[in-house]
């Protein structure tokens, strides 16, 4: 299996119960939800060609659950208990932007994490540079370090606090 095949998989897998959570909101059926679930995981499937790493996979996922789920509703619109679909499309937004809400929540409290994780100095560093404000001529002064030093250092600092970020989000991330 390729690496990309292999992330395919792992994104896939972390975001069923997101996606199962999605369909139940839209459906209002968890026994539908669950049937449209699978219809979605065999339409990503057949799209993996589709895939490209790094982008998000929850938001392309939910995409398509979001067809799957107005076609099986057109499928059974004979049943009236069914919702319409301009009722579908606000679910989904909310959904979308609850969806939103969290993930920003999720990436404040992993930067807060890793932030609380870095040495002193760098911790300062940082503060200074986007909390503060304060600009590189200012901050040269203040630590006497010269221009190229300090951006090279924030630039370290901002990988490594990435590289937290995003371990942190894959073991919160419940799919």
Known sequence: MNPQDKEFVFELTACQSRLYGYLVT???????????????????????????????????????????????????????HVFDEELLAILADEEAEQGEREASEERELALRDCLSRLPAK?????????????????????????????KMTLMRIRETLLGCMESKLREVTPG
């Open 122 to 150: 760098q911790a300062d560093l940082i503060r200074d540079r986007y909390m503060e404000g304060s600009s590189i001529t200012e901050m040269c002064d203040r630590f006497g370090k010269k221009e190229s030093a300090l």
């Open 26 to 80: 839209l459906l209002g059926s968890v026994h539908d939800a669950r049937d449209v679930l699978q219809e979605t995981n065999l339409v990503l499937w057949q799209k993996i060609q589709e895939f490209r790493p790094g982008t998000d996979f929850g938001a392309w996922a939910r995409r398509c659950a979001y067809f799957q789920a107005r076609a099986f509703l057109r499928d059974r619109k004979r049943d009236r």
